[in-house]
């Protein structure tokens, strides 16, 4: 039986239905999104559980197969001092996604905070907060970049803390915009006649209505932030070997593209698969939590 025949039977209608249900119902329906969602979740579990299936650490080097291509006793190749690739492919996965989320979940919040600020006050804060924005999105953010993580530390923390202290003016500026959006509305002229405090307004009467956009581009980071985390890994410039991540697997294979391309290759493949599932989640989440998708 249908779903919506259930509700029909138990009485439930389409007005009656939660937005939280509508939204989940709208991003079930979403197949590329669906389908995304289960190819991470297995991309995920491969990284966490991968290594464990292996007989090789991602240190462990095997003399008698030497910068070998794909076999049975090495399904991915082996590096030129014999370390297996496909345990070190999963590892550098698992880092490169600790750093994706890590780098999404610091954006989302510095972005958030600010823009909450900005939209909500106005005025001269508003003013300098826009002025800021503007400043960090027309400065060339990649080398700044370069230089930063030279300067200050090549682990995963200090990697996404240093990438995400660039990235936060996109959410910054969409927030600002739904505050200022919502702050004259009516429900939050009514907590403030109410002795509501500023804080209770800003975050528990105006947040809850922008959070649709905030999880979607929180969604959307993640795709970028691996992109760019493995863009400083390709450079030489992000979390250092022997530590692997996608980007500086893809660096130290780039020497071998004619010989071995598949070193390259698969965490190439790999990095385009995560980006992919983040853009088709995040196009999911968009369509689901869009408050004037008609209701069906």
């Excluded at 399904?75 to 590892?91: A, K, N, Q, S």
């Excluded at 919502?182 to 002229?189: G, K, N, T």
């Amino acid at each position: 039986m249908s779903e919506a025949a259930i509700d029909a039977r138990e009485g439930i209608t389409t007005e009656s239905r939660s937005f939280g249900r509508q939204a989940r119902d709208r991003f079930r329906r979403h197949r590329l999104a669906m389908f995304a969602l289960v190819v991470l979740a297995l991309l995920t579990l491969s990284f966490i559980v991968g290594p464990w299936l292996s007989p090789y650490a991602f240190s462990d080097q095997d003399f008698s197969a030497l910068n070998q291509g794909p076999s049975l006793a090495h399904p991915f190749g082996t590096d030129p001092i014999g370390r297996d690739l496909m345990v070190r492919t999963f590892i550098g996965g698992r880092y490169s996604l600790r750093i994706a989320l890590l780098i999404a979940l610091l954006t989302t919040a510095i972005g958030t905070v600010i823009g909450a600020v900005s939209g909500y006050f106005g005025g001269v804060v508003g003013a300098v907060v826009d002025q800021l924005i503007n400043l960090f999105l027309v400065v060339p953010a990649l080398i700044i970049l370069i230089v930063l993580a030279a300067r200050y530390g090549s682990g995963p923390n200090a990697i996404a803390v240093v990438i995400a202290l660039l990235s936060w003016p996109l959410i910054a500026r969409i927030v600002r915009g739904s505050f200022l959006q919502f702050r004259e509305q009516e429900f939050v002229l009514a907590a403030r006649a109410a002795g509501a405090s500023t804080l209770r307004i800003m975050f528990r009467h105006i947040l809850p209505n922008v959070f649709g956009p905030i999880v979607v581009n929180a969604t959307l980071l993640i795709g970028i932030a691996i992109i760019l985390e493995s863009t400083l890994g390709f450079l030489g410039l992000g979390v250092r070997p022997p530590v692997p991540t996608l980007g500086n697997l893809i660096a130290e294979a780039k020497g071998a593209l004619q010989t071995k391309p598949s070193a390259a290759l698969i965490p190439g493949g790999f990095i385009v698969a995560i980006t992919l599932c983040a853009n088709f989640i995040g196009d999911g989440l968009r369509d689901a939590l869009d408050p004037t998708a008609r209701r069906s």
